[in-house]
């Protein structure tokens, strides 16, 4: 069974940092494109951040460039958000996401269950 496990979440103070992880386990064939969203109280889900499977190519929400990076590490299946500068409208649940192929011919979005960032002072 393919999962994704988020952790790293918690409270900080504006200005400050977090970094949150992601970790991918199961039996698959690879992961291309992995990306960060995240879903504020009474919000839409939102791309936050996005990574390509070679990790040459990263996007990101305007308003957080500049503070935020996503990196990989395709060896140990992990994705990183490494987030500077926190302000309070970053408070949301953060989630996960990865294109994985899971046979030779098939591939498919996972997501993890989240883990709540919130930004108070």
């Known amino acids: 069974q393919i999962k994704l496990v988020e952790s790293g979440g918690g409270l900080a103070q504006p200005g400050g940092s977090l970094t949150l992880s992601c970790a991918a386990s199961?039996?698959?064939?690879?992961?291309?494109?992995i990306a960060w969203y995240r879903q504020a109280p009474g919000k839409s889900r939102e791309l936050v951040a996005r990574l390509t499977s070679s990790g040459d190519d990263a996007t990101y929400l305007n308003s957080v460039k500049g503070r935020f990076t996503i990196s990989r590490d395709n060896a140990k299946n992990t994705v990183d958000l490494h987030m500077n500068s926190l302000i309070p409208d970053d408070t949301a649940v953060y989630f996960c996401?990865?294109?994985?192929?899971?046979?030779?011919?098939?591939?498919?979005?996972?997501w993890g269950q989240g883990t709540q960032v919130t930004v108070s002072s």
């Open positions: 996401s990865a294109y994985i192929q899971t046979d030779i011919r098939h591939w498919r979005d996972y």
């Open positions: 199961g039996s698959f064939v690879s992961i291309g494109a």
